[in-house]
């Protein structure tokens, strides 16, 4: 069914959403001839499944996805959403949804419905779908043998309402299968009759009926407004839909709004994942709705988060309060479409205030503002990173500390107890605290529980009783080893190859105190700060993940000969997993030199619109360089600007 | 040294509000033989350290500390305090990790007469 907004045609013609504009909206997957099931139904997939009819546990007669073909993508999304819409218990709906292709293609003889009451009753009951295909093949089967010929009797279509199941064959098929009336299935005595209600609506289903018809007939008008091959969503100009207005569903506002709200929660309830329902569904259009404030249509933003392209020409929007409810959301919106609503003539700075709210927002009716690299740019300064990230500062002296670091964080993933013997002695310390804080990637999955740690945790800012701070300060190799004995598993990445996860720092400490006391002047040690990650698997709630982790350690020179060092502190503060800067990697743009920003931004903008560069500079530093806001300055400015604002042709 | 938590929670708390409000006050607690590290770059003795501390091209106010810890390491303090920074006016907070080596000088009474930062390393982990 084609939305049939008045200005349709100039509408498509340059539509936005997709570049393939299908003749009609019904769900529809491409193929050459127009093929038809028996029944009239839409055939999803052309293989001819009605030979595997008979054990078929697919009762409502739709075919399967071939998982071939060249249109598979498309396809399988068409066919997703199409199964979805048909999932209720209605044939009701399928018919619907065959309807358009009845009323072009040659009409297909209708079906004999039966009505069948038992299978509630029967042992069946009890089978994963209740029964229903048990049944059917059994009717089948039973039919079969029943008849004379040789012929198979086939079950076109079946639904189940309430206690009756409904299945729809051909007149012969029909007239076989009342013969089963009476017979035992499962225990129970079958009773078949002919249903005289043409697609049966169901009687005892656990909506109302007027619910359950009401969802189906909106299912079918979503259905229809459903083009597979350009992902678009059209629910344009709804209030002059023919059906929609027939169901009286844009009587009113109040009305108006129930409907949009009651056909966002079906779409939300046709997808089993958000990732289903994004790769279904990227452009959606909300032309000619007359909406004034988005708040009418504000599910869309809750109900299609990663939408890339909308259309919201032909409204009432007359400023930007009106869309300010949809602030924030759409993270994903790279296209937008608002010509034809009143805030154009009336909010110079729409636009550029639009590019403001919607991050990732390039076009604006059909006007590229600005490049999805010039997003990444504005996206990597928006970034914080006033301080270059130039690497270590990593003075070892003998390679002791780089030693110690290779063999320290492999030893803690796999034998915590050989390390706490080989390193820590009686004199050792160790603590940890847990930054619940810290800064993270908004995006990013919710931080690992802090449950292991959380009871050893020494912060000093929040554990202020001294019990509680020596509780929580390790003593002693033996000490520390139990209570890493119980901490999470870890393994952290292997520093040769992954050196780009840490940063470490490492400083010579002179005159330690010897604790022999032979020397006087005391020993030389390490003070080294590790920066890195590790994996986590935590084998009290089976969780696992990553974590961010500083370490800080105090070496000195090992007591006995056996050992070269010993740890006499280790600190360890851990936080939410956030990788850290690749310090390793030659620094490309950073620092960001302004100036030389600023020059390319010039050059870029006078290219564009072949100002001349001082007048793009002007342009730009009026805005506070922002490429996207001086292109839309300059095209509302464009026709005031003096000729010398251009480069002469030459 | 009786009650070191304590002790470095003084010291913290003095060394960061002197970070915020007067950096050129910290000469004192910097000697000859301190070093800094500061990102990757090295700095030894109290000069150079406060010639780089009171020359970033940035200005670093409200360190909110997240997480503090000390142990005596050696008779010093050795302290590890994670937190958030506020660059510039910048509204991006950036997470940094500090660790320092302080050593602590206290009067006949066991009064604190003094600290003096032996070692500081600084970092920022994003």
Known sequence: MAPRGKNQPAREARNPLGTKSSSRGGIQKRRGPTKTDNDGDLDMDAPSKRLNRGSTNEPSGRGRPSGRGPSRGAAKVAQIVMKQLGSGNSSDLSARISRPTRSRGGFIEGLTWLRIHGLKQSKAASNPDGGLSDLLSFMERKASSLSTGRRRHTIRKSHRAGDYVFIGANKEDADEFLKINALTFAGTKLEVVESNEDFAPPKKATESPETAELRSKLQAILSQRYIGDNKLLKLDALASDAELVTLGMFETRERALKTFKGLMAICDGLFKTPQEKKDAIESISLANNSIDDVIQVESVASSFPQLKNLDMSGNQISNMEGLKRWKGKFKELETLYTTGNPIEGADANFQATLLEWFPKLRIINGIELRTAQQIAEQEAARQPKPIPQSGPDFRDVNGIGEQFLLDFFAAYDSNREALTSRLYDAGSQFSLAVDAVSVRDPNAPPPLPWAAYIKSSRNLQKITTLHARSQRLFKGANAIYNLWRDLPMTKHPNMKDELSKYIMDCHPLPGLADPTGQSQLGVDGLIIAVHGEFEEYDQKSGLTGKRSFSRTFVLAPGLSGSAQIRVVSDMLSLRAYSPLPNVFVAPSSAPADTANQHQAMIAELSKQTGMVPQYSEMCLSQVEWDFGKALVIFNEKKSQLPPEAFASAT | ?126
């Open chain 2, 1 to 126: 040294m009786a009650n070191v938590e304590e002790i470095a929670k003084q010291f913290v708390n003095g060394f960061f509000t002197g970070m915020s409000t007067n950096i050129a006050g910290l000469a004192a607690v910097y000697t000859p033989q301190s070093v800094l590290t500061f990102e990757s770059q090295k700095f030894e003795g109290a000069n150079a350290i406060l010639e780089k501390l009171t020359s970033l091209p940035f200005k670093m106010s409200g360190h909110q500390l997240s997480t503090l810890d000390a142990q005596l390491a050696d008779n010093d303090l050795l302290i590890l305090v994670t937190g958030k920074l506020k660059v510039d006016e910048d509204e991006n907070l950036i997470n940094f990790v500090q660790n320092f080596k302080v050593s602590v000088s206290q009067g006949p009474g066991g009064e604190i007469t003094g600290f003096l930062v032996k070692n500081d390393i600084f970092k920022l982990v994003y």
